[in-house]
């Protein structure tokens, strides 16, 4: 049954500097060093692996969504070039998405900006990742801190 699994696994890109992308449970873990181009690819790779295990479009592009802001928000806090930890993975009814980045003391903060400004460029992220995916949570990790988030199936 584990063979047969194991076969059924999506592709995953061959290594290259600052992309390295390993199987986990139903997902993905990818060793990343940010850059437009491991953003990317981690981006596309959530949505292909989540569908190849039954996630729905909806719920695939979701967790894109979160991915994209929370690696935005890694790289400001962090800087170009910083490394980070992505999982993202089907936990029977749901997704599972986790960024770890090195700034444990650097925690995500609200902006002042209204979810309904039309004149902003920025600050509704956290807005969003609250109605995405209520209860979201911070945690320490070996790494530095994850930011943990759950998105419903649909």
């Known amino acids: 049954m584990e063979d047969q699994r194991r076969s059924q696994r999506p592709a995953l890109p061959a290594?290259?500097?600052?992309?390295?992308?390993?199987?986990?449970?139903?997902?993905?873990?990818?060793?990343?060093?940010?850059?437009?181009?491991?953003?990317?690819?981690?981006?596309?790779?959530t949505v292909s692996v989540l569908k190849a295990y039954g996630a729905s479009q909806a719920t695939a592009d979701t967790a894109e969504w979160l991915i994209s802001e929370l690696l935005g928000n890694a790289m400001r806090a962090c800087g170009d070039h910083v490394p980070l930890v992505v999982e993202v993975y089907v936990t029977g009814r749901s997704v599972q998405v986790n960024v770890h980045d090195p700034a444990a003391d650097v925690l995500p903060r609200r902006s002042a900006v209204a979810m309904d400004s039309a004149n902003a460029e920025s600050g509704r992220g956290l807005g969003l990742l609250d109605m995405l995916a209520p209860g979201w949570d911070v945690v320490s990790s070996p790494v530095g801190k994850q930011i943990r988030c759950r998105v419903d199936a649909r």
């Open 15 to 45: 290594c290259v500097p600052g992309l390295y992308v390993q199987h986990r449970d139903r997902g993905i873990v990818a060793h990343i060093t940010a850059s437009e181009f491991t953003f990317s690819a981690v981006r596309d790779l």
